[in-house]
T-cell receptor
Framework: ETGVTQTPRHLVMGMTNKKSLKCEQH?????MYWYKQSAKKPLELMFV???????ENNSVPSRFSPECPNSSHLFLHLHTLQPEDSALYLC?????????????FGPGTRLTVT | EDQVTQSPEALRLQEGESSSLNCSYT??????LFWYRQDPGKGPEFLFT???AGEEKEKERLKATLTKKESFLHITAPKPEDSATYLC????????????FGAGTTVTVRA
């Protein structure tokens, strides 16, 4: 595996379900991110982890719960979601200490809440 | 608050018809401006980083330029495979992790 991988690629869940999204980066980076992408809207940063420590939480509802067990893996736990949470969820990683700050993205999980 | 505005929202080109995409930004100290390409159903793919006004970067038919207020992505003699959504993002000097994205320009190139 290379780059950033995400599973599952597609997920349909009811409002009462609990599910988790998984992200793994194979780039040796120390920072990982969750973004939400809705149609016709800019990417919204949800959470940032640096060396497993959460550094940003952009007022995300508590029904989204991130977990970063190590610098290569990132999870997003979902529970009691709303239909408006349907979107493409993207994971990214970067290595800010290298002098460049570009983020590398995974393919995303397309989430549909019914 | 950092802001990024991309125009036009959509662009339809004939193969070989060169054009430019605009990214206007406001940021409290620019660390870098980034261009990404996103194909339908996929994650954004990194293209360029620009750091200072006057800088230019090229990759195949794409050329990105930067001024103090905006960036342009020039597509020269596009081919159908250049069809995608192009995203612009800025990062402030004050934050190593934050990227503020524009909504993107969707480019369609017809053969």
């Amino acid at each position: 595996e290379t780059g950033v991988t995400q599973t599952p690629r597609h997920l349909v869940m009811g409002m009462t379900n609990k599910k988790s999204l998984k992200c793994e980066q194979h780039l040796g980076h120390n920072a990982m991110y969750w973004y939400k992408q809705s149609a016709k809207k800019p990417l919204e940063l949800m959470f940032v982890y640096n060396f497993k420590e959460q550094t940003e939480n952009n007022s995300v509802p508590s029904r989204f719960s991130p977990e970063c067990p190590n610098s290569s893996h990132l999870f997003l736990h979902l529970h009691t979601l709303q239909p408006e949470d349907s979107a493409l969820y993207l994971c990214a990683s970067s290595q800010p200490t290298s002098g460049t700050a570009e983020q590398y993205f995974g393919p995303g999980t397309r989430l549909t809440v019914t | 608050e950092d802001q990024v505005t991309q125009s036009p929202e959509a662009l339809r080109l004939q193969e070989g018809e060169s054009s430019s995409l605009n990214c206007s930004y406001t940021v409290s100290g620019l660390r870098g401006l980034f261009w990404y390409r996103q194909d339908p159903g996929k994650g954004p793919e990194f293209l360029f980083t620009l750091y200072s006004a006057g800088e230019e970067k090229e990759k195949e038919r794409l050329k990105a330029t930067l001024t103090k207020k905006e960036s342009f992505l020039h597509i020269t003699a596009p081919k159908p495979e250049d069809s995608a959504t192009y995203l612009c993002a800025v990062q402030p000097v004050s934050n190593d992790y934050k990227l503020s994205f524009g909504a993107g320009t969707t480019v369609t190139v017809r053969a």
